[in-house]
């Protein structure tokens, strides 16, 4: 990644806020940070910037749990970015609770000090460069390409973000996220075997062989739907799947 990361550290007490972005920026100096203060200038922050790692209290002024509520405005752009969440509420009650949103990890005030913080921060850190290159990749990977010989374009187009349906010869592909990560999986590996192993890593939850056959499944009656000669994906006995290019021979 060569431009600096975006961090964003939202946390309603000054004191606070600026004791944690003095702390980054001990450890990492190059790093570009914004301090917001209240659930609505966050907000509208997060809908008009990409942060690479967002810091958040859940506590801001009189809104008990303005931090949950941020979260899922963070998960709802579909982006995987980290939140690390700095809060007194009482661990041992919400640190299960901040998991089960999709939050990195959770730190209880009074209860860390700068080198557990700094530690928990950069690796967190490292986590989101890893997400922002994997996009990245993606996105030059299945940006929609220019005209080949013969003016033949690919078959499949895929939002790396995934804020938009895949594309499948120029009809929409209605499908799950989770779908999304499994067909955007198959493709860039197109040809390979794609192990149930491998499928694992992008199904968040039902990590079994049956499920991602489900979502397989669910895979190609959506592009069925739109084409009903589709047997693009190949079932490989015992080890998994693998994108094929029998639907494109097929047709031409």
Do not use: C
């Amino acid at each position: 990644m060569n431009a600096p990361a975006r961090i964003a550290v939202i946390e309603d007490d000054a004191p606070t806020s600026n004791q944690l972005v003095g702390w980054i920026r001990a450890a990492r100096p190059e790093l570009r940070i914004d301090q917001w203060f209240n659930r609505d200038e966050a907000e509208s922050a997060l809908e008009r910037e990409d942060y690479d790692v967002v810091l958040l209290d859940i506590e801001l002024g009189r809104e008990r749990h303005a931090g949950v509520a941020l979260i899922n405005a963070i998960n709802k752009r579909a982006q995987g970015t980290p939140v690390l969440v700095v809060s007194a509420m009482p661990a041992a009650i919400y640190r299960s609770i901040m998991k089960a949103l999709d939050a990195w990890d959770y730190l209880q005030k009074t209860s860390f000090d700068e080198a557990e913080f700094i530690d928990t921060f950069l690796e967190v850190l490292r986590a989101a460069r890893a997400r922002r290159s994997e996009r990245e990749r993606l996105a030059a990977a299945s940006a929609p390409p220019a005209p080949a010989a013969g003016g033949a374009v690919r078959e499949l187009q895929l939002d790396p973000l995934w804020q938009r349906s895949p594309i499948w010869r120029g009809e929409r592909i209605n499908l799950p996220l989770t779908a999304q990560r499994i067909l955007a999986t198959l493709y860039q590996r197109s040809g390979e075997v794609v192990s149930y192993e491998d499928l694992f890593e992008v199904v968040k939850s039902g990590r079994n062989r049956d499920n991602v056959r489900k979502h397989v499944a669910t895979i190609r009656e959506a592009f069925r739907d739109v084409d009903p000669a589709f047997d693009g994906i190949e079932n490989v006995p015992m080890r998994g799947f693998r994108w094929t290019q029998a639907a494109a021979r097929a047709a031409r």
